[in-house]
T-cell receptor, first 114, second 111 residues
Framework: SAVISQKPSRDICQRGTSLTIQCQVD?????MFWYRQQPGQSLTLIATANQGSEATYESGFVIDKFPISRPNLTFSTLTVSNMSPEDSSIYLC???????????FGSGTRLTVV | ELKVEQNPLFLSMQEGKNYTIYCNYS?????LYWYRQDPGKSLESLFVLLSNGAVKQEGRLMASLDTKARLSTLHITAAVHDLSATYFC???????????WGAGTKLIIKP
């Protein structure tokens, strides 16, 4: 199965600033997924990122707030813009590794906005 | 719209006991996944269930899928403390190929 390196693992940020989260996959994948997990909650899909096209955002998430880049088949970034305390969450990237392995997740970024 | 219901949401049990977590979903799907999440950690894939009647086992955990009943179970046999974690099921939507997640079951196993 794929291995994903996600950075940073955690950060504490001032409100009004932005943070960019990076995910590097050790193999080429078509789609990468970005999730948010609020404390004690399940996962919510933010967007799906395909290489060479704009990301597809889920209801409640917009590109201005969560811009995504997907410059190649192994890398993607998610930026959390103009942060507020409500953005404090764990952010996870994921790829489908297919068949028996399902979906693999990055190690997550724990974001605290103060 | 595909919905996934997981129960119980919280389970506290003694070591050595058996218990089952249930995952119901509302529309047809032929792929169901079980994940484990330890506090402050990412998600670890446990099982991928791809067909009706699929049964997979790993150690003290066994997962099954009944696509006709739209039900998957995760059975824990003779629980040990190390199995304490939150367990999620996720179902792949046939319509948009997105994973729809259950709310998670927080499992605490007491010595």
């Amino acid at each position: 199965s794929a291995v994903i390196s996600q950075k940073p693992s955690r950060d504490i940020c001032q409100r009004g600033t932005s943070l960019t989260i990076q995910c590097q996959v050790d193999s080429q994948v078509t789609m990468m997924f970005w999730y948010r997990q609020q404390p004690g909650q399940s996962l919510t899909l933010i967007a799906t990122a395909n290489q060479g096209s704009e990301a597809t955002y889920e209801s409640g998430f917009v590109i201005d707030k969560f811009p995504i880049s997907r410059p190649n088949l192994t890398f993607s970034t998610l930026t959390v813009s103009n942060m507020s305390p409500e953005d404090s969450s764990i952010y996870l990237c994921s790829v489908e590794t297919g068949g028996l392995y399902g979906y693999t997740f990055g190690s997550g970024t724990r974001l605290t906005v103060v | 719209e595909l919905k996934v219901e997981q129960n119980p949401l919280f389970l506290s049990m003694q070591e050595g006991k058996n218990y089952t977590i249930y995952c119901n979903y509302s529309t047809t799907s032929d792929r169901l996944y079980w994940y484990r999440q330890d506090p402050g950690k990412s998600l670890e894939s446990l099982f991928v269930l791809l067909s009706n009647g699929a049964v997979k086992q790993e150690g003290r955990l066994m997962a099954s899928l009944d696509t006709k009943a739209r039900l998957s179970t995760l059975h824990i046999t003779a629980a040990v403390h190390d199995l304490s974690a939150t367990y999620f099921c996720a179902v792949l939507s046939d319509s948009n190929y997105q994973l729809i997640w259950g709310a998670g079951t927080k499992l605490i196993i007491k010595p």
